[in-house]
């Protein structure tokens, strides 16, 4: 072509960014890697290999050896034996070497750059400018982090040993996301790549060495998907932190039920991009090439789901057409490109399969005409003509297919955007700051992106809810994820069985039942058990509850979501005048105490006086547990909000039961929650007898609900609740190991404790911010401005 | 569809239609963000590099606009337009069939004679700024008359000014009928409308301010005279880029675009152009349909031109002054 040819076409070039240095890099280390254990390249002849293939032409990169349950064991026990040193060795010195990984990462940036791409398929622009840079910020705002722990977090301690497991859509940044919190609080790690894309890992490994990271804090190993199993598994691993679908995540859950373990799970999504009629239509559907067109689709936040508003939908649809005809397909180093390979020959035909199956059942298909290079690039897709029944529009394609659906008003846009099993993200396009913020919250998501799509920051929490998983990457917020309160010194909570003072047994035989709904209610099953005093004589008979009653509970609870949107003022009112209701009480209460619990005059005032108390300090929290504004490198505020989880199901310790009530069920209604209150049986009453208290005190029916009976079946019933949002227990181990295994399917939080874990008397073991935290999910709203 | 060659018919305007532009909604954030990825996206390198140049040269609006123009530096500057490139790069590129020259000569009216001399002969458009220019705040009527003064001088084009003023009061009938007494006015010579972005507010009334141009029959909308503080940026040529194709989808009629002022490299003048091929295709880079109004930018070409034919970079003085 001459130089006349070129001047009639004005045709792009092709540009292809070298190989070269990723290929050296790999010759170097003979194109074989094994174990990075103890600060040690392991390597063993006769292991079980993989294949690593660039999915861009199916050429051999690399093998990897796939680690053995010895290894893993290794890996654990080198992780073990540097933790507490690493923790010791201080916040600046920990910031000194997530520093120097930064740095380190800087270096060879370019040559992460293009691994990554060779690896994964993705377009070196895009390996370029957002997955290397972005993991190098990671380590560089986490070094800030160590620095800052012991000013900052000094009531909490590491978890100890983390396992991490990461996905192959964003190979090096996930474990970014992964390694700078994990370390930079004291943690030691032992990390698993996906085994089609581990490349970027390895480099890694070296450059953990080179960084001066002590031999166990990290620690990668490599192998499928049952290597992933055994470790999140292994008895001595305190924390799994895992990245990738819902399927694989429910196996993790699965495998480590009963183990009462740290969780981390960020999963799949099927996040709405919602477009209203008053937005800036050109941006919004240059928002969709960054959403849905970002790394092929291969984006566990992209915006898949359309919702537009029908006055402008087929405006819309034209221009998406026409910009999607725009879309250069091509070779992964190719730098003018918009659209690389997937990930690999199986991602391809899952993504060709789940489509075609998807038109079977309508909608209509529009790809764009781009010509395509061959193995596994799939054409950007728009499908329309759908609704919210079609599986199109329920599951998640993971590859450059966008589904539309339209809506009327902004309440449909809502109920539309919430109508998924999923809750990673979503983003708002308005000009109107009005509707924006007043839809933010409403939708049901870690992340909302209001006039963008796909921004991220390590400053900024990222994560979901509802099936999408539960924790938060990046931000303060992410830091509690490698973090754990200091140990409590427990003394004696349990109160001597003294003998108390004779009951008058002359009163009238009661049976407590259940509140529901604000109503007093019998159990489904007209079952009773009878609770006795410490001296074991009998005080009262309680309701033994059912399937059906927490059906009913749950349903209540569901129903008083009203109680989230009520001003913080007053939720705070109503809880002092919860708190004024009780106090009244004081005599008859102190007076239960002693008798219900054998407890003395001193310590059942004491009980009672500091239950008040906790009602005041809840109270006080309402309208001050503030959100942050995080410092992203954007013109733009991202709020991280703290909001409230929906409905929690708390399972209560027998122990000091007024107390626990308290500390339990104030925190979550403060912050806005519905609560289902199963009290321990043999205090059971105590909860039940709040129940006078707390119906002239002006909460709403189906705020507070309590239940009693056997806290096994009902944990049980509430564990397998789709419409439980968390569940808190101070339970046995088996009790754990039930709700565990229930929620697999579900994926609900659990917050599991050990029934005599802490003083409830004792402030700093039983009130406050731990508790806000189990009481709210913070959300990210990053709102970019300017006119 | 888009034959680079097709005959373009002007745009006639249409009737004032507030329904138009009325709602329209801007995002400056992503706006901006969209425009930083225009040359991450796109590569132009090597031999499409000096093609992509060779034809930058041809939108270009060799300018001068100074208060010490004379006959001399209009007839130097005249000369540049017809030979951008010198003799010897021209052959050593095997250009000499393509007889590349700029699109035109962009002067005040009172150079226009002397222009049209050195012109004489050559296919070189004769463009005068006009109505006040640049702040536009003459009396209309002899506004509109500096129109008819130039057209009758030989002006091909006229540069207009817009008044600012109706665009930040609202008064987007009286910018209507303002630039269509100067479409009027201008007769058979094309109309570029200047909307002074950098005087004009925001992105919105830029997008406004264009519609309402494009609808007085405007043949281009260009962003600025290069005496605003701020003239031609990415994001402001963007949503004008983006008006024009909302205006040919609306009407069916082709407007051109021109930034003016800060477009001074050749890396800057290929942003321009990925951005025009981008948002409005290939037929939008002829000289009908864009101009670069720029008077440093040909010698920063000329020097790029020089170093892919050579491998080495040329020194400025090698090259003859514009």
């Known amino acids: 072509?001459?130089?006349?040819?070129?001047?009639?076409?004005?045709?792009?070039?092709?540009?292809?960014?070298?190989?070269?240095?990723?290929?050296?890099?790999?010759?170097?280390?003979?194109?074989?890697?094994?174990?990075?254990?103890?600060?040690?390249?392991?390597?063993?002849?006769?292991?079980?290999?993989?294949?690593?293939?660039?999915?861009?032409?199916?050429?051999?990169?690399?093998?990897?050896?796939?680690?053995?349950?010895?290894?893993?064991?290794?890996?654990?026990?080198?992780?073990?034996?540097?933790?507490?040193?690493?923790?010791?060795?201080?916040?600046?010195?920990?910031?000194?070497?997530?520093?120097?990984?930064?740095?380190?990462?800087?270096?060879?940036?370019?040559?992460?750059?293009?691994?990554?791409?060779?690896?994964?398929?993705?377009?070196?622009?895009?390996?370029?400018?957002?997955?290397?840079?972005?993991?190098?910020?990671?380590?560089?705002?986490?070094?800030?982090?160590?620095?800052?722990?012991?000013?900052?977090?000094?009531?909490?301690?590491?978890?100890?040993?983390?396992?991490?497991?990461?996905?192959?859509?964003?190979?090096?940044?996930?474990?970014?996301w992964k390694v700078a919190p994990a370390i930079a609080m004291g943690n030691s790690i032992i990390l698993k790549p996906a085994e089609n894309t581990p490349l970027t890992a390895m480099l890694f490994s070296h450059l953990c060495h080179d960084a001066g990271v002590p031999n166990g804090v990290i620690n990668i190993i490599?192998?499928?998907?049952?290597?992933?199993?055994t470790l999140a598994a292994h008895p001595n691993v305190d924390k799994v932190a895992f990245t990738g679908s819902t399927a694989v995540g429910r196996e993790i859950r699965k495998s480590t039920a009963g183990q009462g373990k740290k969780l981390t799970l960020e999963l799949g999504g099927k996040s709405a991009f919602i477009v209203f009629d008053d937005a800036d239509l050109d941006s919004a559907v240059e928002g969709l090439v960054d959403s849905i067109w970002f790394n092929q689709g291969e984006v566990c936040c992209a915006g898949s789901r359309l919702l537009v508003q029908s006055s402008i939908e087929e405006k819309l649809h034209k221009k998406i057409k026409k910009r999607m005809e725009k879309l250069r397909h091509g070779r992964s180093l190719d730098k003018s490109i918009d659209i690389g390979s997937l990930v690999s020959d199986t991602q391809f035909k899952r993504v060709n399969s789940i489509v075609n199956d998807g038109l079977t059942k309508g909608g209509k298909l529009f790809q764009s005409g781009c010509p395509l290079p061959k193995n596994n690039y799939y054409p950007p897709s728009l499908i329309t003509d759908i609704d919210s029944s079609h599986p199109l529009s329920q599951e998640e394609i993971f590859g450059p297919v966008l589904i539309s659906m339209s809506f009327r008003t902004q309440s449909e846009a809502i109920d539309l955007a919430n109508n998924t099993r999923y809750g990673l993200s979503a983003s708002i396009w308005s000009e109107n700051i009005n509707r924006a913020m007043d839809v933010a919250p409403k939708i049901k998501a870690g992340v909302i992106w209001i006039n963008s799509h796909n921004k991220f920051d390590a400053s900024c929490g990222f994560g979901g809810v509802k099936e999408s998983g539960f924790g938060r990457e990046g931000g303060k917020e992410?830091?509690?994820?490698?973090?754990?309160?200091?140990?409590?010194?427990?003394?004696?909570?349990?109160?001597?069985?003294?003998?108390?003072?004779?009951?008058?047994?002359?009163?009238?035989?009661?049976?407590?039942?259940?509140?529901?709904?604000?109503?007093q209610v019998r159990p489904d099953g007209g079952y009773s058990v009878p609770v006795y005093n410490s001296d074991s004589s009998l005080e009262v008979w309680v309701g033994s509850g059912n399937r059906k009653d927490i059906r009913n509970a749950v349903s209540a609870a569901c129903k008083a979501e009203g109680w989230n949107s009520q001003s913080a003022h007053n939720r705070a009112q109503i809880l002092y005048y919860f708190a004024e209701n009780l106090s009244i009480r004081k005599n008859e209460w102190v007076e239960r105490l002693q008798i219900n619990c054998g407890l003395t005059n001193n310590m059942a005032v004491k009980e009672f006086n500091e239950s008040v108390s906790r009602l005041f300090s809840y109270a006080a929290w309402t309208d001050k547990y503030d959100g942050l504004v995080h410092n992203a490198p954007y013109r733009g505020v991202t709020l991280a909000l703290p909001e409230a989880v929906g409905v929690i199901a708390q399972i209560a310790p027998d122990l000091q039961p007024l107390i626990s009530c308290i500390s339990l069920i104030a925190p979550a209604i403060a912050m806005g929650n519905r609560v289902i209150f199963i009290p321990g049986i043999s205090n059971a009453n105590i909860a039940l007898e709040l129940t006078q208290v707390i119906e002239t005190s002006d909460i709403p029916p189906g705020v507070i609900n309590i239940v009693s009976g056997d806290q096994n079946l009902l944990a049980e019933q509430l564990a397998g609740h789709a419409e439980v949002d968390s569940l808190w227990c101070w339970t046995t181990p088996s009790t754990v190991s039930l709700i565990e295994s229930t929620s697999i399917e579900n994926l609900k939080r659990l917050w599991c404790n050990k029934d005599n874990d802490r003083d409830w008397l004792i402030k700093k073991q039983s009130e406050g911010l731990e508790f806000l935290r189990q009481s709210t999910e913070i959300k990210n709203i990053w709102t970019p401005y300017g006119d | 569809m888009d034959n680079n060659n097709s005959i373009l018919t002007r745009n006639p305007g249409t009737e004032f239609r507030s329904d138009v532009f009325s709602k329209i909604k801007i995002n400056r954030s992503a706006v901006e963000k969209r425009c930083a990825e225009y040359s991450a996206r796109r590569s132009i390198k090597k031999q499409d590099q000096a093609a992509w140049?060779?034809?930058?040269?041809?939108?270009?609006?060799?300018?001068?606009?100074?208060?010490?123009?004379?006959?001399?530096?209009?007839?130097?500057?005249?000369?540049?337009?017809?030979?951008?490139?010198?003799?010897?790069?021209?052959?050593?590129?095997?250009?000499?069939?393509?007889?590349?020259?700029?699109?035109?000569?962009?002067?005040?009216?009172?150079?226009?004679?002397?222009?049209?001399?050195?012109?004489?002969?050559?296919?070189?458009?004769?463009?005068?700024?006009?109505?006040?220019?640049?702040?536009?705040?003459?009396?209309?009527?002899?506004?509109?008359?500096?129109?008819?003064?130039?057209?009758?001088?030989?002006?091909?084009?006229?540069?207009?000014?817009?008044?600012?003023?109706?665009?930040?009061?609202?008064?987007?009938?009286?910018?209507?009928?303002?630039?269509?007494s100067f479409r009027k006015a201008s007769g058979k010579a094309h109309l570029k409308t200047i909307l002074a972005t950098g005087e004009i507010g925001n992105l919105a009334n830029i997008a406004k301010a264009s519609q309402v141009c494009m609808m007085a029959g405007a043949d281009f909308i260009k962003t600025s005279t290069g005496k605003e503080p701020t003239n031609a940026t990415l994001p402001v040529s963007l949503v004008m880029s983006r008006m024009i194709k909302d205006y040919y989808e609306l009407t069916g009629y082709r407007v051109g675009f021109k930034p003016a002022g800060g477009v001074s490299d050749s890396k800057t003048a290929l942003q321009y152009m990925i951005m025009m091929k981008e948002e409005l295709g290939r037929r939008w880079l002829e000289p009908d349909l864009m101009r670069f109004g720029a008077s440093s930018l040909l010698g920063d070409i000329e020097r790029q031109l020089d170093h892919y034919s050579s491998g080495y970079y040329s020194a400025h003085y090698r090259h003859p002054l514009a």
Request: proline share 3%.
């Open chain 1, 1 to 176: 072509m001459t130089l006349m040819d070129s001047f009639k076409d004005l045709e792009y070039s092709q540009a292809m960014e070298s190989d070269a240095i990723a290929i050296e890099w790999l010759k170097k280390n003979k194109n074989r890697f094994g174990q990075y254990i103890d600060g040690k390249f392991i390597s063993q002849k006769n292991a079980k290999l993989i294949d690593v293939t660039s999915p861009n032409d199916s050429t051999l990169l690399a093998k990897i050896e796939t680690s053995d349950n010895n290894q893993i064991e290794k890996a654990v026990e080198a992780a073990i034996r540097s933790q507490k040193s690493w923790f010791d060795m201080g916040g600046h010195e920990r910031a000194k070497i997530l520093y120097s990984l930064a740095r380190s990462l800087q270096k060879h940036a370019r040559l992460a750059a293009v691994l990554e791409t060779l690896d994964n398929g993705k377009p070196i622009r895009e390996s370029r400018d957002a997955d290397i840079p972005l993991a190098i910020r990671h380590f560089y705002y986490h070094a800030g982090w160590a620095q800052l722990q012991n000013s900052e977090l000094s009531e909490y301690e590491p978890v100890g040993v983390a396992a991490q497991i990461i996905p192959w859509n964003f190979p090096l940044l996930m474990l970014a």
């Open chain 1, 222 to 229: 490599n192998g499928g998907a049952e290597t992933g199993a």
């Open chain 1, 478 to 519: 992410g830091l509690y994820e490698y973090l754990k309160p200091k140990k409590f010194v427990v003394g004696k909570t349990m109160a001597t069985k003294k003998a108390p003072k004779k009951h008058d047994n002359s009163q009238i035989d009661r049976t407590l039942k259940f509140y529901i709904g604000g109503k």
């Open chain 2, 53 to 180: 140049l060779m034809k930058a040269i041809s939108l270009i609006d060799l300018t001068t606009l100074s208060g010490d123009d004379t006959k001399a530096r209009v007839k130097r500057l005249c000369r540049k337009a017809i030979n951008p490139l010198n003799d010897k790069l021209v052959k050593n590129l095997s250009i000499e069939s393509l007889k590349l020259s700029t699109a035109a000569v962009c002067v005040y009216h009172d150079m226009l004679s002397a222009a049209k001399k050195s012109l004489e002969g050559h296919n070189i458009n004769l463009a005068a700024v006009s109505t006040g220019f640049p702040a536009g705040l003459s009396p209309l009527p002899l506004r509109i008359e500096e129109i008819k003064y130039s057209v009758a001088a030989g002006a091909d084009e006229i540069d207009i000014v817009i008044s600012r003023r109706h665009v930040l009061e609202g008064n987007w009938e009286d910018l209507y009928s303002e630039v269509k």
